[in-house]
């Protein structure tokens, strides 16, 4: 069976993120989660489990390392004047 997704999918997958992302930074910190659309297939630390356990399960899913922490950078244009 192929669990690679279509576009169509793939994009429902990909909001399916973007709506839990604060949810996945809480309780997955620094570990690799196999997603879909219906939520978390697997998750762990370890890459090669991750995708172990998310193949067996013969669903469509993608693979995403939640990171350990977000940084938000300001940037301003105030350059002084040097003479």
């Known amino acids: 069976m192929n669990t ?3 576009k169509r999918e793939t994009d ?4 399916w993120l973007n709506r839990n992302r604060q949810m996945l ?3 997955y910190k620094n570990q690799y989660i196999a997603y879909n659309a ?4 697997a998750h762990s630390e370890n ?6 356990l998310a193949n067996a399960t013969k669903q469509p ?5 939640v990171p350990r922490y977000t940084a938000y950078f300001y940037f301003t244009n105030s350059l002084s004047h040097c003479s």
């Not at 219906?38 to 297939?41: A, D, E, P, Q, T």
């Not at 890459?47 to 172990?52: F, I, K, N, P, S």
């Not at 899913?61 to 390392?65: A, D, K, P």
Request: net charge negative; charged share 20%.
């Open 61 to 65: 899913f993608l693979i995403y390392l």
């Open 4 to 6: 690679t997704p279509f």
């Open 25 to 27: 930074l809480d309780f």
């Open 12 to 15: 429902e997958i990909l909001k």
């Open 38 to 41: 219906n939520g978390i297939i």
């Open 47 to 52: 890459l090669r489990e991750v995708l172990a």
